[in-house]
């Protein structure tokens, strides 16, 4: 993100939520990082407001429901290497109060939620977002005490660790995770993996093996934990029921709905592989009642 007034006025319109609504979707998951709100001091920027305020305004307008996406917070990014937020407690002070003030102003729209934040990456922070997205639903509850929270686990709020979310504080948390495999597939081509050749094709459905040896050769290091975590024969359907199964148990046994807060394929990609992919994924998520958000 760029954060300046030229880009945020240019992000997104009343056309983009006039288009969706016109899709017959019914929600868009909003992107907005901590850097749009509040400056390096901790100090509102009230006049920001404004660009959630209009998205509100057009998502009331289009009949949509929405999702405030606390996308990056001071000291944590998804995707940078360093983070600091899990081990400084002023930035977590800042992350409460952010929220808060989020709370007091949009607790009285029945149609949108709040999700904490993107996309936590390290293994080794999950009890400590664990004990900071409870303090945080504390103080939300506050001031919006029947506001739905969405809450995802980490490795990048992947459907394997799920399980590592604590027991739901009340009726009104969901789970969610994002889903972009075989990542091999839908990222094929793409620009911003260094090790990735931008003319690289693949198809889908595949094998397994195929997938596997592409994914070793294309992607970095540990891209390729998730395949070699779900052993299918072939990537096809069923690879995607066996890749929500744990989620589908824990989500079930603890009564908390459960939303793919992210998922889709490369630009890059033949669209009839791309289509044949999203058929299949979709399918699986109606078949087991899981709400969902396409990311460009």
Avoid at 82 to 103: G, P
Avoid at 123 to 130: F, L, P, R, S, Y
Avoid at 226 to 244: G, H, Q, W, Y
């Amino acid at each position: 993100c760029e954060y300046t007034t030229e880009h945020y006025n240019s992000f997104i319109s009343e056309s983009d939520i006039e288009r969706i609504a016109g899709w017959k979707l019914d929600h868009i998951r909003l992107p907005f990082d901590y850097q749009l709100l509040r400056d390096d001091n901790d100090n509102i920027l009230e006049e920001n407001y404004t660009y959630i305020d209009n998205c509100i305004k057009w998502c009331e307008k289009y009949n949509l429901n929405l999702i405030l996406d606390l996308h990056k917070t001071a000291g944590f990014s998804f995707d940078e290497d360093v983070n600091t937020f899990f081990e400084n407690s002023e930035l977590q002070e800042r992350f409460y109060s952010l929220w808060i003030d989020i709370a007091k102003r949009y607790s009285k729209y029945d149609f949108i939620a709040f999700e904490l934040l993107n996309e936590v990456v390290e293994i080794e922070v999950a009890d400590k977002w664990n004990e900071i997205a409870e303090k945080t639903v504390k103080c939300i509850r506050e001031y919006a005490p029947d506001t739905k929270i969405i809450i995802g686990g980490v490795q990048n709020n992947s459907a394997l660790w799920v399980h590592k979310l604590s027991m739901p504080y009340d009726e009104n948390i969901v789970y969610t995770f994002h889903f972009y495999e075989p990542l091999i597939f839908t990222h094929q081509s793409a620009y911003w993996i260094d090790t990735m050749s931008e003319d690289f094709k693949i198809e889908y459905p595949c094998s397994y093996d195929e997938y596997l040896k592409a994914s070793y050769k294309y992607l970095p290091k540990n891209n390729s934990d998730f395949l070699e975590a779900v052993k299918v024969p072939n990537i096809d359907a069923d690879f995607f029921r066996t890749s929500f199964a744990d989620a589908i148990r824990v989500a079930t046994e603890r009564n908390v709905p459960l939303y793919c807060g992210e998922y889709g394929v490369i630009d890059r990609a033949h669209d009839d592989s791309a289509l044949r992919w999203f058929k299949d994924i979709s399918g699986v998520f109606n078949e087991y009642n899981i709400g969902r958000a396409t990311w460009t």
